[in-house]
């Protein structure tokens, strides 16, 4: 009998100490899912395709050689079109566009066409460039409309904010020389700003 008891306070010992042990552990608790960050893409800085776009700007026109005109101020404003292809570390293209020249005491029928190449590097979003090309002049600068062909040369900056989405500044120096065979040297420079559409 004595140990019948022994055995029974063995077991119920056992017993408690296991339930005990069993109370004590602590519950497994599952880690909360990572959040996943996908990085964004650094936008392309290919400026390979064609534009178009709108410029405005101010500047100075100069009479040289028979003139006896004052230099001029001037608002300019026109249009832009053009295509780039982009070689890497350099950025090559053409481009056309149209100018309407307002000079102080000329007034506003003076038009300028050009057509020309740039030449750029790429700086990722940044292109600064050389342009130059042919110039094309018609003016009532002289009593009557007169036209001349001429060329014209300039830096500019672009900065694209989207990969559709540029815009710039450029400086530009337009020259006739010899002016219809009037013997008036023309010089008009022109800083501008500049908004194009890529695509």
Known sequence: MKNVMILGAVAAMATASAATAGGL???VVEPAPAA??????????????????????AGKAEFGGTATAPDQDLNNYG???GYLYDLGSF????????DKLDI???GDNNDVVRAGVLAGY????????LAGGYAYLDTDAFGT????NGYYYGVGATYAVTSSIRVGVEYLEHRFDDFD??????????????????F
């Open 122 to 129: 790429d700086a990722g979003r940044f292109m600064p460039y």
């Open 91 to 98: 950025v090559l293209g053409g481009e056309l566009a149209y």
């Open 181 to 198: 065979n009037t013997g008036v040297d023309i010089k008009a420079k022109t800083t501008a700003l500049k908004a194009s559409f890529a």
């Open 104 to 106: 102080d005491t000329i």
């Open 25 to 27: 552990a602590q519950p």
């Open 36 to 57: 996943v960050i996908t990085p964004m893409a650094p936008m392309s800085s290919d400026w390979s395709g064609f534009y178009l776009g709108a410029q405005a700007g």
């Open 145 to 148: 409309s007169q036209n001349d």
């Open 79 to 81: 249009v832009h079109a």
